[in-house]
């Protein structure tokens, strides 16, 4: 029985001490993400032809393209809004497949936490940089 118990508790040192941890102490280390890992969604205002077809391809109808007021019939980049319900969004990356000039992609951001749900619907900023605009 000593002898049971002695090699248990060895295996169990043996990973305890020559393993590398695997959990790390959030918030204050930030975790790796793996090459394929999905979050926040970032828009490339620069890239959107207003094409809708990443607020089509959303199974939750999380994605909406709204153009600003008494721009109907306008398809000036400036003229709309990107919002997305992030409350809502499963990080399924159907939008980043499906928009055919890669405008919408899932990028880093993981910390989303809010504590009002109103906040849970972001505006995403659909403003060009000046050199893209010459261009």
């Excluded at 939750?60 to 400036?78: A, Q, T, Y």
């Excluded at 809502?88 to 989303?112: D, I, N, R």
Aim: hydrophobic content about 35%; glycine content about 4%; charged content about 35%.
């Amino acid at each position: 029985m000593v002898k049971g118990i002695l090699k248990g508790m060895a295996l169990t040192l043996k990973y305890a001490l020559l393993r590398k941890r695997v959990t790390v102490q959030y918030p204050f280390e930030k975790p790796r993400e793996s090459p394929n890992f999905r979050a926040m969604h970032i828009l490339h205002p620069e890239k959107c032809i207003l094409c809708n077809l990443c607020a089509m391809a959303c199974p939750n109808k999380c994605i909406e393209i709204k153009l600003k007021e008494g721009r109907e019939r306008s398809r000036k980049l400036n003229d709309y809004d990107y919002i997305v319900d992030i409350g809502k969004c499963l990080w399924c990356g159907l939008c980043e497949e499906a928009c055919p000039k890669k405008a919408v992609e899932l990028g880093p951001e993981f910390e989303l936490a809010e504590y009002d749900k109103d906040k849970f619907i972001r505006y995403m900023d659909t403003s060009i940089p000046e050199e893209d605009k010459e261009s």
